[in-house]
């Protein structure tokens, strides 16, 4: 189970993934879309998804299902092992190859904003004021004030190629074949995008600097 889903694999080697809120559907339909317009460009295996279920008063974000991939999840200990530097070298490369996707090439997607675009931060920025009003300090409030300022003028965070980016690279999203250690395949496409491909590159840190260096 993850935050949003819940995950079920059945004896036919199926696995089935049952939004657990109706935001969830719209993160489902995304991936059906795009996956299968992807997976020829990229050096691992991808879910090949279908929707089993739109939403419903049973299952609120309804199901999609594909075929189990090979491997085993990444965890932490792997960044040391034996091995460690073809590992990063895998991830890197899978993300090179995922950015390098043709946009213009894609069709039929939903529009969905970068999470560095400018209406996303103001958003971001108008929805937590209320809450930060209540537990900061004055003090404290206006030089969060001021650094939402800064972010929104700097002309940097809107400067960057759009990209096929995952959107949620967290290690234990990604599969390893567990004798060789080298990925196999990446998982949970939902909250996937035409955006900034530097987000992907954030959660490679959790997995130590020296690993996200090498990759």
Known sequence: MDFRSIVVRDASDTVYWIGRTTSVAKGYRYEVTLLPQIRSYLPVDVPNPRIVSGPSERFKGGIISYPCLPGRPINRSDATAPGWEQLASDMAGFLV????????????????????????????????????????????????DRWWERLLSDHWMQEFRVSVIHQDFWYENLLIDPDSHRLTGVLDWEHSRIGDPAIDLVPADYLGQNFALEG
């Open 97 to 144: 190859a995922l950015h390098q996707i043709p946009v213009s090439t894609l069709t039929d997607l939903e529009s969905r904003p970068s999470l560095t675009s400018r209406l996303e931060f103001t958003e971001a920025r108008k929805s937590t004021t209320p809450v930060m009003k209540t537990h900061l300090t004055t003090r404290e409030f206006d030089e969060l």
